[in-house]
């Protein structure tokens, strides 16, 4: 499978702590994008990191991504009860049929106030 | 601008159905994707339809099928359901030419097979 995988399944941590969730996949990738889920909703983009990039900031948001150990980590610091939702991280790979984007599992996050 | 908006929101089908979704992307975007979303697959990669084709197609059946009209809007058809079909369906536009670039979700259609 070329599906991304996230670390941990499940997160909880106080309001005003960080949270971080990490993401491996198996194939080379042209970027990869992290997205969040609120309950069963749709998703929201968060950030995209192209391959040649190693750190992205968005907000409280703080994207890593290593392409030699094919992996991406998320920091959201300073979190908000509003900030929990299922977050994941997804991948597109280029194969002969065509490109896909290929989601995780996904890091469901509890912020508790 | 207004956002990807699908229609139903709920749907409630019997097995054997058949069913249609519609997806309107926004305005302009000529990409639209749709994904599976259930408990034990995680989100699925069904299709993508560019400028009225079907440009990738993940790895389902073909009793799942699509289609694009010419104003971007896209419809998918789910025929002879059966109980492992009921998930979320999630519709995603994008401005760009390609799944790399940043996909705009709508808020789904819950399909529960009964």
């Known amino acids: 499978s070329q599906q991304g995988e996230e670390d941990p399944q499940a997160l909880s941590i106080q309001e005003g702590e960080n949270a971080t969730m990490n993401c491996s996949y198996k194939?080379?990738?042209?970027?990869l994008q992290w997205y969040r889920q609120n309950s069963g909703r749709g998703l929201v983009h968060l950030i995209l990191?192209?391959?040649?990039?190693r750190e992205k900031h968005s907000g409280r948001l703080r994207v890593t991504l290593d392409t030699s150990k094919k992996s991406s980590s998320l920091l959201i610091t300073a979190s908000r009860a509003a900030d929990t939702a299922s977050y994941f991280c997804?991948?597109?790979?280029?194969?002969?049929?065509?490109?896909?984007?290929?989601f995780g599992g996904g890091t469901r996050v509890l912020v508790k106030p | 601008k207004a956002g990807v908006t699908q229609t139903p929101r709920y749907l409630i089908k019997t097995r054997g159905q058949q069913v249609t979704l519609s997806c309107s992307p926004i305005?302009?975007?000529?990409?639209v994707s749709w994904y599976q979303q259930t408990p034990g697959q995680g989100l699925q990669f069904l299709f993508e339809?560019?400028?009225?084709?079907?440009?990738n197609k993940g790895n389902f059946p073909g009793r799942f099928s699509g289609r694009q009209f010419s104003n971007s809007r896209s419809e998918m058809n789910v025929s002879t359901l059966e109980l492992g079909d009921s998930a979320l369906y999630l519709c995603?536009?994008?401005?760009?030419?390609?799944?790399?670039?940043?996909?705009?979700f709508g808020p789904g259609t819950r399909l529960t097979v009964t």
């Open positions: 997804a991948t597109d790979w280029i194969k002969a049929a065509g490109n896909k984007l290929t």
């Open positions: 995603a536009s994008s401005g760009g030419s390609t799944l790399s670039d940043e996909q705009y």
């Open positions: 339809y560019f400028s009225e084709t079907q440009r």
């Open positions: 305005s302009g975007h000529r990409s």
């Open positions: 990191i192209r391959s040649n990039e």
């Open positions: 194939t080379s990738i042209n970027n």
